[in-house]
């Protein structure tokens, strides 16, 4: 048996196909996966995403800690309730974690992935130095993501007035505490919603009223169609250990600005970026029937061979897309081989979807 | 779970097949495996004069989450393959026992009787 989230018995209530995902059981779907990723497009839906992992960093040195484990620059979040995406790298520039930081009233929050939390607490552990920082975990939170285009007025009728107007004020990257919820304009869909984390016992009663409201309980399933349309990198399929930002289609995440600042693993990306980056992350479009799945090799005629990291029927725009690391050189098309058989695909930029519009 | 109709033989490895009137037999999926697979999206048919033995990977059904191969669950030729499938896949999900996949001239109408009955393809599915 695996970890269950507060939610646990409601997802079973509400008929959800139960799966294994880092060692929680977690909904899939609730009857339809394709149904459930247009509605997010469409309208809203609510996940239950209470398996990643929290982690508040307090302490006179919190952010100078934060500013040399990660790539991205803390010192850009201006003021309390901004946000950023990040990655924390090894020393050899592969991606340990990626995540987003919340700079709070007193300290900052990180939300990372639930299958790397430990090896996300072992690897803060064991850089923390002479830092005076604590790390503290949150465990006894539970996190709700409400995610479409009408996602954040479908909430603000269902909380209390301080929360709708805070609601209604967030702008896209913002996320504040309103008594012991934590409301944060941010998602995993390319779509316009927010993350709620709240107390345990809360999740739900709120949950409930979500669902009550209309808004359809979603599952892992189609977070993983929807994230993969918007682009977005899943840690262990598409990132890990042994791949850098700059061939993750993150190079944008890093803050090589101030030179003096000396994150982990910033020589290395420095060394890579010198002699040339060799991969890059692009995406593919299968203007045939078919499906692109992670692991099949793509092959570029006179540069060479990349494989998927996340290949899915994409449910918006009817057909299969991916996204693959590919040799850099590559330029605008390229074949895969599905069963023994070569397909052509286009390359592009791997942001497929965004906001209801298809971008390719 | 839906009614399983009766004139159905089906495969341990959840096709179902059917003999038609014409000595023609269908094939397609289970209720439990388009259930089990979530949306289709995606079928791979075989070619017409295919010869296959029972047993033998005839054709491909992917959803959203996976590809699986589907298994002929008696040897013969392809007559005939449901074009609508190409065109309508999810017709798997919402109406499995009308949507098959391909039809075969059997070689041997008695390896039918090799396969399972409705009671017993409960029963090998735990319901």
């Keep these: ?360 | 779970m839906s009614e399983i109709p009766v004139d159905l033989r089906f495969a341990e490895s959840h096709e179902w097949a059917r003999l038609d009137h014409d000595g023609g037999v269908k094939v397609g999926i289970s209720d439990h495996a388009q259930e089990a697979l979530g949306d289709v999206v995606f079928v791979e048919l075989p070619e017409i004069g295919k010869v296959f033995a029972a047993g033998e990977a005839a054709g491909v059904v992917e959803s959203v989450k996976a590809a699986s191969d589907i298994y002929s669950p008696v040897s013969g030729t392809v007559i005939a393959v449901n074009e609508e499938l190409a065109n309508s896949p999810e017709l798997v999900n919402s109406a499995p026992y009308d949507s098959w996949f391909f039809k075969l001239e059997p070689s041997d109408t008695s390896e039918l009787d090799k396969l399972l009955d409705p009671m017993a393809y409960k029963a090998a599915i735990g319901e």
Aim: aromatic residues 8%; proline residues 4%; glycine residues 10%.
């Design chain 1, 1 to 360: 048996m695996g970890q269950r989230t507060p939610l646990y018995d409601l997802h079973l209530a509400l008929g959800a196909k139960m799966v294994d995902f880092g060692g929680w059981d977690m909904p899939l779907h609730y009857g339809s996966q394709v149904e459930e990723h247009h509605q997010v497009r469409r309208d809203c839906g609510v996940f239950d995403v209470s398996h990643m992992t929290v982690i508040d960093v307090d302490g006179p040195q919190a952010k100078a800690w934060l500013q040399y484990l990660l790539a991205n620059d803390v010192e850009r979040l201006h003021s309390p309730g901004r946000a950023l995406y990040s990655a924390m790298l090894n020393e050899h520039g592969g991606i340990v974690d990626d995540m987003i930081v919340y700079r709070l009233d007193d300290g900052y929050r990180l939300v990372v992935n639930a299958s790397t939390r430990n090896q996300d607490l072992a690897w803060m552990q064991a850089h923390l130095g002479d830092f005076d920082v604590q790390l503290n975990e949150r465990s006894e939170l539970a996190m709700l993501a409400i995610q479409g285009p009408h996602a954040r007025h479908k909430i603000a009728e269902l909380v209390t007035q301080s929360r709708a107007t805070l609601i209604q004020q967030l702008k896209p990257f913002e996320g504040q505490a309103d008594g012991d919820w934590f409301i944060a304009r941010t998602g995993y869909t390319g779509e316009d919603g927010l993350e709620i984390v709240l107390p345990a016992d809360q999740a739900p009663g709120f949950f409930n009223d979500l669902v009550g409201a209309g808004i359809s309980p979603i599952g892992l399933g189609a977070r993983d169609t929807l994230r993969v349309e918007a682009g977005m990198n899943l840690y262990g399929q598409d990132i890990h250990q042994d791949v850098s930002p700059l061939a993750s289609n993150m190079a944008w995440s890093i803050a090589w600005e101030p030179a003096t600042r000396q994150f982990l693993g910033r020589t290395a990306l420095e060394a890579e970026q010198a002699a040339g980056v060799q991969h890059k992350l692009v995406g593919l479009v299968l203007e045939e029937r078919g499906v692109l799945r992670a692991h099949q090799v793509v092959r570029i005629a006179d540069v060479g061979e990349g494989e998927i990291t996340s290949g899915s029927f994409s449910p918006t725009l009817s057909k299969s897309i991916a996204l693959a690391r590919v040799p850099a050189a590559t330029a605008d098309r390229a074949e895969v081989e599905i069963r023994g058989k070569w397909y052509p695909v286009r390359v592009v930029k791997p942001t497929f979807v965004r906001h209801g519009k298809t971008l390719i």
